[in-house]
Structures are given as C-alpha cells and as structure tokens.
C-alpha cells in the first residue's frame, strides 16, 4: 500500500481586529487638561465644607475642555454630545447647590427670636424659616388685652413667644409673675396638656404693655415637630429651660425686670448649649427634661386643694407649738 502525501496549504493567519498594532500620538492638551480637571473633582475630600459644589465646578470644566477638544481637534460628534449632556447634568446640579447657600432672609420682628433662642441650638436658618413660614401669625395684643382667662380659654388651641412687650401672669387676681419678650407664652399648658386635651387655662394673662407675639397653631406644630427628630428635642429642651424660669419667678416674685431678663439670658439652669446639642444628636432626652445642676434644688408643685385657694397668697399666722416635757419612767 503506498501513501501519498499531499501538500497541505497554510492559510495566513488574521490579526486580532481589537489587538493595537500602532500607538497613535498623544492627543491635544485640552484633552489632557479637561480629563485633569476631572481627576481633581473626584479626589477633592469630602471634609472639605464646599467639596460639593467644587466637584461640580470642576467637573463643569473638564466637560468644557473635552467639548472644544472634540470639537476643534477631533471633529467627533460623539464625544462633543455625551460631554455636552455630562455638562448640563453638572450645571442643573451646580445650580441646585448655590441655591440651597443662599442667604436666608428671616422676618425682622423674628431675627431677635431666633438669634436668642433657636441659633444658640444650631437651628439653622432655613429650618427656622420652614417652622416659622407655614403655620404660625403674628398677632398683637394692646394694653389691658388678655390672652388667656382661667377656667375659660382652652389650651389645645395654640402656642406662643412673646415678641415685644410685657405680659402679667395672676390666679385670682393675685399676681404670680411677668412674661418678658423672646419668651414662651403657654409653656406650663403646653406641657402639661401633652397627654390631656380639653383643659382650661389656670391662670389669667393679660398684657401689661402693647404686645406683639408669634403664635403657632398646636395641632400642625405638634404634626410638624414629629417628622423632625432634632426640632423635636430643640423645642422640649427651650419648653423645659422656660418653665424652669417661670418657676424661679414664681417663688420670687420680688425679681425686678432687670433681674429675671438677665437669669433668662444664662444657659444655665441645664448644662451647656453644646451639651444639651450634642445629646440631642445623640438622641438623648436632654432636651426634654430640666437637669439639675450641683447644689440646685428644685421645689415641687403640690395642687391647692379647694378649701385653702382663697388663701394662699395671705400670709400664715405663726404656728404654736406645744412640747410636752418628756418623761421617763425607770421599773427598779
């Protein structure tokens, strides 16, 4: 048996479509520019207070540099479209950013408000304009006026901070205390009807002065404040820190105007700003609850029972004390 052997032709082998045979040069310094812009956007950190808007910015500009590279250099529709999109992707951002820096403007009547009472908090100003801008009005009230009568006006309806002016506080007639301005209105109501609504007001409050207050409606403040954890604990923490004040008016009521504004000026009967803030952040119940400082006692608020109302605020005559003499037998 013989075996031919045929010759067996070699087919060229095909180079790889995707494999690169030639380097082209490198491309224009815009191209190199616009993607080193892009690189410095993404490496700017994030503890830096305006990294946002910066990334966007540069992002802005490589997109920029990229579009007249393709554009003039390339002549390629592609790359000039996609960067064009990129670009006002960025700036719609870009614009939303400064949009939201902008300067709040808050209500002349409200700025003593809030540098008094909500900045100390870290409030910031557009959340206080949010609180402030929806449901609350500012009404006034002229001398003589009354804002609440005891066992008649009902304390579900509203809550308030004084703004200008000067208001007196009595039960009975008699007089208990004052309520002076950038201070709460209704804050023992407040929270002692939290739990109990249909209440009355115990005490009369009447403007001594022309008064200006703000007045928030309680039903949408209550709705408002539990969608907003850390408002929620700012306002038990001022609610609490007003009724302390109240307090120490109300044990003394011999406090000249001078007296009670500056001790409401002090922090104090809690810990520090910071502090209480911190455990706010935290989710503490700082804010919502008076601490008590070394060496401070507070005095608990008993009910008058009916038969004594007419007379508490009459002096009490000296009591007499009989002592028996102790005697002592001895069993021998």
Known sequence: MSCKTGNISRIPAVPNATSCQEWEQAHHLLFHLGNLSLLLGLVIPTTLGLHMIL???????????LITWATL????LDVMVWNVVFLVVNFMHFFFLLYKR???KIDRELRSVYKRMFEPLHVQEALFQRLTGQFCTIQTLKKGQAYAAE?????DERLSILLKGKMKVSYRGHFLHNIYTNSFIDSPEFRSTE???GEKFQVTIVAEENCKFLCWSRERLTYFLESDSFL???????IGKDITNKLYSLNDPTLSDKAVKKMDRQPSLTNDTDDVLNQILRGGSAGSSLQKSPGTKTSMMKPI??????DVFKESAPSKSHHKPNTSTEEV
């Open 55 to 65: 990334l966007r910015l540069l992002l802005m500009t490589g997109c920029s540099l």
């Open 73 to 76: 250099y390339r002549c390629n």
């Open 102 to 104: 902008r300067p709040i």
């Open 151 to 155: 066992d008649k006006t009902s304390v």
């Open 195 to 197: 739990m109990h609504r």
């Open 232 to 238: 929620n604990e700012v306002f038990r923490y001022l």
């Open 305 to 310: 029972e009916e038969g004594m109302e007419d």
